[in-house]
């Protein structure tokens, strides 16, 4: 199976492919997707489509994880990366893959056993989990790895369950 993990943004997007057979994970690739300022923000939009609708035709994946939103402070931006992350479950959609959502507390929880760790702590999970020689960045990038390392911790307890 192949996971795309998607951490949403409209700046920056991290993307990662992460293969997966039985309990074994591979990081197949990850990156980030970056729009400029100086672009109107209709056309950040359309390019982020694109560059996604691209990376899901050359890799191919069966599933899609993306995180759940969490904004505290500028509403405005909450809402301009609400559009971008509605375009990016767009493309999965329009692709005919299956999408699941995590939060942060799920994605910390699932890569470090602890709902409130820190950002490095989550890196340097990521880094070790996949057996990566340094960790993966920049951060979105990262980030969108322990997005998809998520799923396939999820998709590992539905087995489980299943066969009991």
Known sequence: ??????DPGLAIVGYSILDVEGNRMKAANYGVIETASTMDF????KFLYEELNLIIKKYKPDEVAIEELFFNKNVKTAIKV???????????SMNGLEIYEYTPLQIKNAITGYGRAEKNQ????????LNLSEIPKPDDAADALAVAITHFHSLKHKEEFILR
């Not at 199976?1 to 998607?6: A, C, D, E, Q, S």
């Not at 609400?82 to 999965?92: C, N, Y």
């Not at 989550?122 to 989990?129: A, C, F, G, R, T």
């Open 82 to 92: 609400g559009h971008a992350r509605g375009v990016e479950i767009l493309s999965a």
């Open 1 to 6: 199976m192949r996971i795309l993990g998607i």
């Open 42 to 45: 209709p056309d950040r939009l």
């Open 122 to 129: 989550i890196q340097e999970m990521v880094k070790i989990l």
